[in-house]
């Protein structure tokens, strides 16, 4: 007797790996240098900024189940389809929104690539950019495949390594951070810095939607964005208790990371959290490049066409090498301070209202229908 195999997704693929997805993205252009966190949050002040933290957590996981949700029930699996189905003829809107905040992204990350070279390893900033580059078109080449692979390593050492930076950090400065907490400071604009950072960040939730086939009913999409909050965040609040130890003296650090990294006198810390950051930004550039692609190939399929790993090579090549012109000529701090805020108004406009009103009223209709 034969024996009979399966193709039912793992529950890992349903319920985690979104969750590594969205924050794969967010991360490299979010909160892996603390660059990101300073800019946002510390403006509140310490408790300010947590609290504005736990709203955008709160923020993406209902996104995120939405999303998901409604790419599930719709079988919409591009952003293409998504919006189209979202915003009817609006979706050119967001397409063009989409491609100048991945503009954005990838500039960042390869701005935070080549920082990290130039002030951890003294090499020439553009050496960092390019080989984070090399390494996103390579990966992104494979496709979905190679996506998963990368998401499913890179995660376990990404959660690793924050979890022994907390513990280090706690041990060597952590008395300063209960103090920091209660400091009387006004914490006015965390519920702004909490959904503008949540907005531009959001956006997360589509590159996960190629993955939305990996669901067997529409359960795992809720639990799968309601899990992708805390999946994206938990590391994000560890690293700003950590950096809170030395506000406001932080605030204006290029490399927050860099900084409390130097004051845990630990070489070996040091080198593992760079090579942390950089597979950050390497899942970042990954998933928006590959989003990008996976809206190509599902044209070109729509025409009887094969998008082919060479020719997403060379898509992947051409728009990295072009952000990363960006990057070089711009820089990071002022890349953040100038591009992210502007976008996560954009984004909330475009996208998370939409999606939390128009969207889920489809959804309620959908059920009612089909009961």
């Known amino acids: 007797m034969t024996a009979t195999t399966t193709t039912q997704p793992s529950w890992f693929q349903r319920f985690l790996l979104p969750g590594l997805i969205f924050k794969g993205v967010v991360i490299g252009g979010g909160y892996a240098t603390g660059r990101e966190l ?31 949700l409604f790419s599930y029930r719709f079988a919409v699996y591009n952003y293409r389809d998504f919006f189209k189905a979202l915003l009817g003829p609006g979706w050119v809107v967001f397409e063009i929104a989409y491609l100048a905040l991945l503009v954005l ?25 390019l080989f ?39 041990s060597t400065f952590g008395d300063r951070i209960a103090p920091s907490l209660a400091l009387d400071v006004p914490t006015t604009g965390w519920v702004m810095g909490g959904l503008t950072y949540a907005s531009y960040n959001v956006v997360g939730a589509i590159a996960v ?34 950096m809170v130890a030395f506000y406001p003296e932080i605030a204006s650090a290029s490399l927050p990371s860099d900084f409390l990294l130097r004051r845990m006198d630990a070489p070996w810390l040091q080198i593992a959290f760079q090579l942390m950051i950089f597979c950050a930004l390497l899942e970042t550039g990954v998933g ?15 025409r009887g066409k ?31 301070a100038s591009g992210y805020g502007a976008f996560g108004y954009i984004m909330l406009a475009i996208f998370v209202v939409p999606l939390l009103t128009l969207g889920v009223a489809r959804l309620v209709r959908h059920r009612a229908a089909n009961g």
């Open 38 to 68: 300073a800019e946002f949050f510390l403006g509140s002040g310490p408790f300010g900024g947590l609290m504005g933290i736990l709203l955008a957590m709160v923020v993406w996981s209902a996104v995120c189940a939405a999303t998901f």
């Open 105 to 129: 992204i990838l500039a960042v990350v390869a701005a935070a690539a080549g920082t990290i070279g130039a002030e951890v390893f003294g090499l020439p900033e553009i050496v960092g950019t």
């Open 132 to 170: 984070l580059v090399i390494s996103i078109a390579a990966t992104a080449s494979f496709g979905n495949a190679g996506v998963e692979q990368v998401f499913k390593y890179a995660s376990t050492f990404i959660y690793l390594t924050y979890a022994v930076f907390l513990v280090l950090a706690l």
């Open 209 to 242: 939607l190629s993955f939305v086939t990996n669901f067997t009913r529409p359960r795992d999409a809720v639990i799968a964005g309601v899990v992708a909050g805390p999946l994206a965040m938990i590391p994000a609040i560890a690293f700003f208790l950590c």
């Open 288 to 302: 928006v490049v590959n989003t990008l692609n996976e809206r190509i190939a599902g044209v070109a399929a729509t």
């Open 306 to 336: 094969r998008f082919t790993p060479l020719a997403r090579l060379g898509v992947s090549a051409a728009v990295l090498l072009a952000c990363g012109f960006v990057a070089a000529r711009i820089g990071l701090i002022d890349l953040i």
